[in-house]
C-alpha cells in the first residue's frame, strides 16, 4: 500500500497568488488603496470569475480576493486603459463593491 502523503509536505512549495499578507476585502472599505495588479479566474464557487487583487496599503504589500462583479469589471476597464497602477477606495453598496 502507498504512503499516505501529507498536504502540509506536498503543498508547502505552492506560492501564494501575490506578496504580501492576504486580507479581507472588508479590512480595506473605505481606505485609499494602490491597486498593483490583479488577476481573474473562472470561479470555484458561483456562475463568473473570482479575482485576486494586489495592493499598497500605504508601505505594506497585501492582496484580497473577491467575487464582486463591478469590481472586476472596474478593475478590468482600469488594464483596459492602462491605469494601473491606481489609488482607489474601496466601498461597499447595498450588497456589491465598487470602487470610489
Known sequence: ???????????????????????????????????????????????????????MNGAISQWFTTGSGVLISQLRKLRELEKIPAKATITKVKRYYTMA
Open 1 to 55: 500500500m502507498a504512503e499516505v502523503p501529507n498536504a502540509k509536505e506536498v503543498l508547502k512549495d505552492t506560492a501564494p497568488i501575490f506578496d504580501g499578507e492576504k486580507v479581507s476585502i472588508d479590512a480595506v472599505l473605505n481606505k485609499e488603496i494602490t491597486i498593483m495588479d490583479f488577476r481573474t479566474s473562472p470561479s470555484t464557487f458561483h456562475e463568473g470569475d473570482y479575482c485576486a487583487v494586489s495592493f
